[in-house]
């Protein structure tokens, strides 16, 4: 299908006027400019590939300069002029080289691609531009590309600009911003971690009968002020490695972590409360001389809190299944598996959104902060792995880490 243009085409290639036709000072400029002294000629003997090209940045709402022939000549229009400062008018029509001989503001490495073929495209590129008879930096994103003749041989170079100063200053002062919420988020939980960690300490003190004999009623007051003593210093802990993590500035020391011991220790850690709620917790496979390239702190970390999860979720009776697979020497897989309430297929990618709960009603029996996944993936993810779930309600749930290998132990298989 075509599509039929405003106007009629003109029967006979475009003159000079038509170039300089209907647009503002630029075009008059140019219009008016002494061509005749230039490497490029008069406007009535341009190419109709220059001329083409000339009509098009004249007539540009955003800023845009074609640098044509060997000499680079400059033709910009009415939005690039803006950004000349003092060079105006001095520059229009001249090479690029004796115009700015300080040094060039746009980018001869990028110019010189785009002479060679390429279309190139470069972000936050800090120019130096004159507003208001002052010169400052501003931010742009610059496209170049190449020119060609009616013959399509590349004959200049155009530059478009578009301007992210705004923008850019957004994101920095949002960085700051972030940066900001994280020191005084490490600041604050410092200040409240001292009083949290003497109030379980002074508990543990009366449950040990340094202030006297402890009642049975007095010691399970004891053990409800210690676990919310543990829970509020987990809620802590949470907050803040999320913070770190969303400000880019928590630290991951990888390395070849081996799995087996990993995954032993975790298991032992959560031993005790798997038995408390007879949950059947199991190991399968062999995890025998693998290991992951990664944090093996965040490692744990993940999986604790996997473990945590479905231990969480799981009735009595239930099972939960550790099992740890190698894909083609590339990567390894650590799967929970368990036989829980399980999440709905709406709800399975919410679960990694930071401080979402599913059933809120529900989960706030069970505790936590709705950051344990959040967290989690975000770790994986900086560790270049991923976290991933699949689920179906009253069936269980399959959370799986996936991680770079790492170099294998030589341990015995186990
Ligand atoms: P929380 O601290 O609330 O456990 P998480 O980010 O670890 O936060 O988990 C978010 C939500 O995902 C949980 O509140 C729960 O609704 C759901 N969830 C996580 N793991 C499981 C699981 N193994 N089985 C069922 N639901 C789960």
């Given at each position: 299908?075509?599509?039929?243009?405003?106007?009629?085409?003109?029967?006979?290639?475009?003159?000079?006027?038509?170039?300089?036709?209907?647009?503002?000072?630029?075009?008059?400029?140019?219009?008016?400019?002494?061509?005749?002294?230039?490497?490029?000629?008069?406007?009535?003997?341009?190419?109709?590939?220059?001329?083409?090209?000339?009509?098009?940045?004249?007539?540009?709402?955003?800023?845009?300069?074609?640098?044509?022939?060997?000499?680079?000549?400059?033709?910009?229009?009415?939005?690039?002029?803006?950004?000349?400062?003092?060079?105006?008018?001095?520059?229009?029509?001249?090479?690029?080289?004796?115009?700015?001989?300080?040094?060039?503001?746009?980018?001869?490495?990028?110019?010189?691609?785009?002479?060679?073929?390429?279309?190139?495209?470069?972000?936050?590129?800090?120019?130096?531009?004159?507003?208001?008879?002052?010169?400052?930096?501003?931010?742009?994103?610059?496209?170049?590309?190449?020119?060609?003749?009616?013959?399509?041989?590349?004959?200049?170079?155009?530059?478009?600009?578009?301007?992210?100063?705004?923008?850019?200053?957004?994101?920095?002062?949002?960085?700051?911003?972030?940066?900001?919420?994280?020191?005084?988020?490490?600041?604050?939980?410092?200040?409240?971690?001292?009083?949290?960690?003497?109030?379980?300490?002074?508990?543990?003190?009366?449950?040990?009968?340094?202030?006297?004999?402890?009642?049975?009623?007095?010691?399970?007051?004891?053990?409800?002020?210690?676990?919310?003593?543990?829970?509020?210093?987990?809620?802590?802990?949470?907050?803040?490695?999320?913070?770190?993590?969303?400000?880019?500035?928590?630290?991951?020391?990888?390395?070849?972590?081996?799995?087996?011991?990993?995954?032993?220790?975790?298991c032992a850690l959560v031993g005790h409360e798997a038995r408390k709620k007879k949950i059947d917790l199991r190991?399968?496979?062999?995890?025998?001389?693998?290991?992951?390239?990664?944090?093996?702190?965040?490692?744990?970390?993940?999986?604790?809190?996997?473990l945590?999860?479905?231990i969480?979720?799981t009735?009595p009776g239930g099972i939960i299944?550790?099992?740890?697979?190698?894909?083609?020497?590339?990567?390894?897989?650590?799967?929970?598996?368990?036989?829980?309430?399980?999440?709905?297929?709406?709800?399975?990618?919410?679960?990694?959104?930071?401080?979402?709960?599913?059933?809120?009603?529900?989960?706030?029996?069970?505790?936590?902060?709705?950051?344990?996944?959040?967290?989690?993936?975000?770790?994986?993810?900086?560790?270049?792995?991923?976290?991933?779930?699949?689920?179906?309600?009253?069936?269980?749930?399959?959370?799986?880490?996936?991680?770079?290998?790492?170099?294998?132990?030589?341990?015995?298989?186990?």
């Amino acid at each position: 299908m075509t599509i039929a243009p405003d106007h009629a085409p003109p029967r006979e290639p475009a003159t000079a006027a038509s170039i300089f036709a209907g647009a503002g000072p630029m075009a008059a400029l140019c219009s008016s400019y002494a061509w005749a002294s230039t490497s490029i000629g008069c406007p009535d003997e341009w190419s109709a590939g220059l001329r083409a090209a000339a009509a098009l940045v004249l007539a540009a709402p955003t800023p845009m300069v074609l640098l044509w022939g060997e000499d680079a000549t400059q033709i910009y229009n009415d939005a690039y002029r803006e950004l000349m400062g003092a060079k105006h008018p001095t520059v229009f029509g001249t090479p690029v080289r004796s115009s700015w001989p300080e040094g060039w503001h746009l980018d001869w490495e990028l110019y010189t691609r785009a002479w060679g073929g390429e279309s190139v495209m470069v972000d936050d590129a800090i120019v130096t531009v004159g507003r208001a008879g002052e010169s400052s930096d501003a931010s742009f994103t610059l496209g170049y590309s190449p020119a060609r003749d009616e013959y399509g041989v590349i004959q200049g170079v155009l530059v478009a600009a578009f301007e992210t100063t705004t923008l850019a200053a957004a994101q920095r002062e949002a960085r700051a911003a972030v940066r900001a919420k994280a020191d005084f988020l490490a600041v604050m939980s410092h200040e409240l971690r001292t009083p949290l960690n003497a109030i379980g300490g002074y508990a543990e003190l009366l449950q040990l009968g340094v202030r006297g004999t402890v009642t049975p009623e007095q010691r399970a007051d004891l053990e409800r002020i210690q676990a919310g003593q543990k829970q509020l210093l987990g809620v802590i802990d949470d907050v803040l490695a999320y913070t770190k993590l969303e400000a880019g500035i928590l630290h991951f020391a990888v390395e070849d972590v081996p799995l087996d011991e990993l995954l032993t220790g975790c298991c032992a850690l959560v031993g005790h409360e798997a038995r408390k709620k007879k949950i059947d917790l199991r190991r399968s496979g062999s995890v025998g001389g693998l290991a992951a390239r990664a944090d093996g702190e965040k490692v744990q970390q993940v999986v604790l809190n996997l473990l945590t999860n479905a231990i969480k979720f799981t009735n009595p009776g239930g099972i939960i299944t550790i099992s740890c697979q190698e894909e083609r020497g590339e990567r390894i897989d650590i799967t929970i598996s368990d036989t829980g309430r399980g999440i709905a297929l709406s709800d399975l990618e919410c679960v990694f959104q930071p401080f979402v709960q599913v059933d809120a009603k529900l989960t706030r029996a069970q505790d936590g902060t709705g950051l344990g996944l959040a967290i989690s993936r975000q770790m994986a993810q900086r560790m270049g792995g991923d976290l991933t779930v699949v689920s179906e309600i009253g069936a269980g749930s399959r959370f799986t880490l996936t991680l770079a290998c790492g170099r294998c132990t030589q341990r015995a298989v186990g």
